[in-house]
């Protein structure tokens, strides 16, 4: 059973920085596109930044130039750096990854979710 777990939201000062962590567990063969996306209470979920198994990347234009998003293969983790938040990045952050797990078919996961709150 292939799971998702994020961490590293919470409440940052408009200009801060934070570091999201998503980690997949369980028994994976491989792990193709990670992803983030968010998403704010009553509107849709937007893409963020996606970052391929050969860490090509992909940014919504609205943080280009402020987020950076990684991957350590090894640990079946990616990351997204956020700087220069501002109070429209506030939302719940997803992460996604496009897996093959063992016995099973290829599919697309989801984390639970993460709230950042960018606030005075």
């Known amino acids: 059973q292939v799971q998702l777990v994020e961490s590293g939201g919470g409440l940052v000062q408009p200009g801060g920085s934070l570091r999201l962590s998503c980690i997949a567990s369980?028994?994976?063969?491989?792990?193709?596109?990670m992803g983030w996306y968010r998403q704010v209470t009553g509107k849709q979920r937007e893409l963020v930044a996606t970052i391929t198994s050969a860490s090509s990347t992909n940014y919504a234009d609205s943080v280009k130039d402020r987020f950076t998003i990684s991957r350590d293969n090894a640990k079946n983790t990616v990351y997204l750096q956020m700087n220069n938040l501002k109070p429209e990045d506030t939302a719940l952050y997803y992460c996604?990854?496009?897996?093959?797990?063992?016995?099973?078919?290829?599919?697309?996961?989801w984390g639970q979710g993460t709230q950042v709150t960018v606030s005075s």
């Open positions: 996604n990854a496009d897996i093959l797990p063992y016995g099973l078919g290829r599919d697309d996961y």
């Open positions: 369980g028994t994976i063969v491989s792990i193709y596109s």
